[in-house]
């Protein structure tokens, strides 16, 4: 193994769980989120010989992150939702978490699969405290603009949340 390639796997494994965030909010299904996941390590990893390290090897790897996972919702032909009773086979271990802070997990899981690709960056961008500078160089778009879209993104959240508790 060359030690690009080394360097690149040190680089995944420190960043895997951004990865993994990302594949989660995008596909419901086990399968659907390991293959997104692997899609996604297998563009950055195309990618990586063009990583000039003028940012931080996350923010790049979550601008390549969120573009390959809308992509691939796109080409998907259908989308499945996670029923109520498939949530059992991924539960956390029991002893890392307690049910109600789970269920409420899963709630917000369910509810963000609901919003359209690009408010599922946002709320990602939100959940990972990004400013409303660095979503908005992540985007492309202007800081009034990011913050405006991450309102309303945040809103449709709670719209699609307070509804499920009805």
Known sequence: MNSLEQEFLNKIEKHKGIIFKISKMYMSEKDDRDDLFQEITYQIWKAYPHF????????????IALNTAI?????EKKRSFISNE????????QD??????????VQMYEAIRKLNSIDKAF?????????????AEQ?????????????????KLKDILNSNKS
């Not at 992509?71 to 080409?75: A, M, N, S, V, Y």
């Not at 498939?86 to 271990?93: H, M």
């Not at 890392?96 to 997990?105: G, I, N, R, S």
């Open 52 to 63: 000039k390290g003028q940012s931080e090897f996350s923010t790049w790897l979550y601008r």
């Open 71 to 75: 992509i691939f919702l796109k080409t």
């Open 86 to 93: 498939d949530f059992s086979r991924y539960k956390i271990i």
């Open 96 to 105: 890392e978490y307690d049910d109600e802070k789970e269920e409420k997990l």
């Open 123 to 135: 709320i990602f961008y939100y959940l990972e405290d990004f400013s409303g500078k660095q979503i």
């Open 139 to 155: 985007m492309g778009i202007s800081e009034g603009n990011a913050r405006v879209r991450m309102n309303r993104a945040k809103n």
